[in-house]
């Protein structure tokens, strides 16, 4: 009778136990698929975007918008911040509704300049200085403005100086195309020098713009026939209204 009793009483202490830990999956697999049913927002293409579009573009042209997405489906690497691809470029084409995952985006100078450059413009490099370059504190992606100065014509033209881009971008400034993760402890100034040198020797000598094929005619003629000057303009800067040019005449005007 004893260990029938014996029996029955750990038959029982089995089953509760059987019990406690079917209710304890449960609870555990029931708290697993509400955790990954719930929205988390990433980044979305809007439509199909080619390679090589910036980051900029596709915040400036909404070609990426934020999207609720069960946890369940949010792909590897998936993207929920603009800040994590800023200065990137397509590496490889996305398609309308993918996701916008980290590995779908590079460096430029991982991925070429060609990919920083914008649908129907040209890249261009002129010669910079501490002075005429901003102090060499100019960085890729800045905004900057472009003015000329041309000395008198062999006709009796009087010098003028004039703006000739109100408003141009700034893809490189010397071989720097943007923050580069790897070599981010080596740059000096912001990226804008290589190691080494003092301070002069460390201001980049040349700038290379993003222009249209008529703007480049301009800045490669106002080059080579007078002095070219940059001046930059604020991260917010919208385009600033046309000068009528300074001459000798006007200049105190």
């Given at each position: 009778m004893k260990s029938k009793v014996v029996i029955l009483v750990l038959a029982l202490v089995m089953g509760a136990l059987a019990t406690f830990f079917a209710i304890r999956y449960l609870n555990s697999a029931t708290q697993r698929l509400e955790a990954e049913a719930q929205p988390v927002e990433v980044l979305v293409a809007a439509e199909d975007i080619p390679r090589g579009m910036s980051a900029e573009?596709?915040?400036?042209?909404?070609?990426?918008?934020?999207?609720?997405?069960?946890?369940?489906?949010?792909?590897?690497?998936a993207v929920s911040s603009v800040a994590s691809i800023q200065g990137q470029v397509v590496s490889s084409p996305l398609s309308e509704g993918e996701q916008v995952t980290l590995t779908r985006f590079q460096y430029p100078a991982q991925a070429g300049l060609s990919f920083g450059v914008p649908e129907g413009f040209v890249a261009v490099s002129i010669p910079s200085d501490a002075v005429k370059g901003v102090a060499g504190l100019l960085k890729p992606n800045d905004t900057v403005m472009v003015a000329a100065t041309f000395k008198p014509g062999p006709s009796g033209e009087e010098a003028l100086t004039k703006i000739l881009l109100p408003k141009a971008r700034?893809?490189?400034?010397?071989?720097?195309?943007?923050?580069?993760?790897?070599?981010?402890?080596?740059?000096?100034?912001?990226g804008l020098a290589d190691r080494g040198g003092n301070d002069q020797e460390q201001v980049a000598s040349?700038?290379?713009?993003?222009?249209?094929?008529?703007?480049?005619?301009?800045?490669?003629?106002?080059?080579?026939?007078?002095s070219v000057w940059l001046a930059l303009l604020p991260a917010t800067a919208t385009e600033l209204p046309a000068t009528a040019g300074r001459s000798l005449a006007s200049v105190y005007k």
């Open positions: 573009e596709l915040i400036e042209k909404e070609l990426i918008v934020i999207r609720e997405i069960p946890r369940m489906y949010v792909s590897s690497g700034v893809l490189a400034v010397g071989s720097s195309v943007g923050v580069e993760v790897a070599d981010e402890e080596d740059t000096v100034g912001g040349t700038v290379t713009l993003a222009l249209t094929p008529a703007d480049l005619e301009k800045l490669v003629f106002a080059e080579e026939q007078g």
